[in-house]
């Protein structure tokens, strides 16, 4: 039905409007769902796999974990393995292999990988636990170019005897952890 509002005419078409306060509706249930697994923290971006959480970010580090700590000082809670990212300038896949073969570790994999079109060395080694620590399974992946290290591990509990195979269901979740970085410019180009 036509309106006259100052010597204009203005339709207001009931389809038209129906369509506009569903889009509107749309909007605002997209923007209350917000995607709080996007996380960005220094020069990146990552997607966190379903029901993973931030447990701690500053300057240097990020630390997430699929679940929360424990109420406790050393409390795990209902995390069973995490992930660190790290800036780590001048550190090399070398590194990381002699710190296995210092600790009596076994590297498992040892492949050139990309993350976000990036070279990097993907490193996958465990610990028996024949020398204290309980036994693990650890994945690190050393990103030269942005001076990135992202350790996958699965987190130690006291007494625990099957950490390998807690870090051997959570794979797929690593890898589409590492696949989801996106790099944005170097920190040190961005003013």
Known sequence: MPTRRGGCHRTRHPRGRRIALLVLALAMVLAACGDD????????????PE??????????????????????????????????FTIEPGTTADDWRTFVEEQDGTLE????????????TLLEFSFDGSTGPPPTREQIVVVPSRSLVVLSQAVP????????????????????LRDSIDFGAPEDYVE
């Open 37 to 48: 697994r996007a996380v960005a923290w220094r020069d990146l971006d990552v997607f966190l």
């Open 51 to 84: 029901g993973w959480v931030v447990i701690n970010a500053y300057e240097g580090a990020l630390y997430v974990a699929d679940g929360s700590p424990g109420g406790e000082a050393g409390d795990p809670g209902d995390q069973e393995v995490g992930v660190q």
């Open 109 to 120: 994999r040892d492949e050139a990988v990309t993350v976000d079109d990036l070279p990097a």
């Open 157 to 176: 509990v006291q007494g625990q005897q099957d950490g390998p195979e807690v870090f051997d269901a959570h794979v797929a979740e690593f890898d589409a």
